[in-house]
């Protein structure tokens, strides 16, 4: 399970790290490559959240 953690903390630094390149970036492809690259790494670590909800234990 810490794996999965740090693997979701990597990819939401890596989403926020692509948004700001992204923002900076003058060249119009390269704004939107990385635009693209940080909606990929959100959605990644999106996926990688609810699997680590979904194995956590349910309290009944």
């Known amino acids: 399970m810490k794996d999965m ?3 979701l903390e990597k990819l939401r630094v890596e989403a926020e ?3 700001l ?3 900076l ?3 119009e ?3 939107d490559l990385f ?3 940080a909606a990929h790494h959100r959605a990644l670590a999106d ?3 609810r699997t680590i ?3 956590k234990p349910r309290s009944t």
């Open 25 to 27: 970036a003058t060249n």
């Open 17 to 19: 790290e692509c948004e």
């Open 35 to 37: 635009a693209k690259l």
């Open 53 to 55: 909800n979904a194995s």
């Open 47 to 49: 996926e990688v959240e």
């Open 5 to 7: 953690k740090a693997h």
């Open 21 to 23: 390149i992204s923002k």
């Open 29 to 31: 492809t390269k704004k």
